[in-house]
């Protein structure tokens, strides 16, 4: 399972607007409301926002994962932010987020959900490859990277 089939370039967004959790979700989301096939922008945050209120989806090391689950959703979409700023997301460690990959799953893929999620941890625990996506300057560059180091694994 590679995180780039489910990920389009541009969904990507290299430089994030949003400076707190909830317009941060709101900027990565948008994206993803016509391949979640939803109704409106608001009923995609309220499933991001729901999940959010169960624990923080900021796993620390200036890393988000922020997620949930679609009825209508086929198959799984992942967009991409980065914040060189950084975000206080609420996270773990108490640090600023600068990466935020927001994964919308179908309703019935647990184990194929927790198996992304492990992939997208997996990725970024290398501190030279976070190093990469941050320094990267367009989308096609995060994409590229993100493609390179999807290929090892």
Partial sequence: MKIVDFLKEEW???????????S??????????????????????????????????????????????VKTLSDFAIALGR???GVDFDSIDRKPTHLFF????????????????GRIVTLLKDAS????????KTQREIFQALSQEDEKY
């Fill in 12 to 22: 990507i967004l290299p430089d994030l607007r949003g400076t707190d959790k909830t």
């Fill in 24 to 69: 941060v979700l709101k900027e990565l989301s948008a994206p993803l409301v016509e391949p979640c096939r939803m109704k409106s922008h608001d009923d995609l945050l309220s499933i991001l926002a729901e999940r959010e209120r169960l624990e923080s989806t900021g796993i620390g090391g200036g890393l988000a994962i922020p997620h949930g689950r």
């Fill in 83 to 85: 914040s060189v700023k």
């Fill in 102 to 117: 927001l994964v919308m799953a179908p309703e019935n893929s647990a184990a194929n959900n927790l198996k992304l999620l």
């Fill in 129 to 136: 490859f976070r190093k990469r996506l941050m320094e990267a």
